[in-house]
């Protein structure tokens, strides 16, 4: 593990992280919001496209975690080429 990875595992989660994830063979590219998802009874990090709609998926804050140390996904969003 090299120390950006460290740094990251010992720093909270940000409310919001901006990625690209493979699920089921599809990309979603966006941002994930910390957000209750009233179908889970839980708080989840859900998905949002790029435009803002709300998108399908989501997944919990331990799985957040592992992306964010991974760095699959960052607290800063995401530019468009």
């Known amino acids: 593990m090299d120390a950006e990875s460290i740094k990251r595992l010992k720093e909270p989660l940000p409310l919001t992280l901006y990625g690209e994830i493979t699920v089921n063979g599809k990309t979603k590219s966006g941002e994930f919001r910390y957000k209750y998802n ?9 998905y949002y496209t790029p435009k803002g709609n709300k998108g399908s998926g989501g997944f919990s804050a ?20």
């Open 38 to 46: 009233r179908w889970s009874d839980r708080f989840e990090y859900l």
């Open 62 to 81: 331990n799985r957040a975690r592992i992306l964010y140390v991974q760095m699959q996904l960052s607290a800063t969003p995401l530019t468009q080429s």
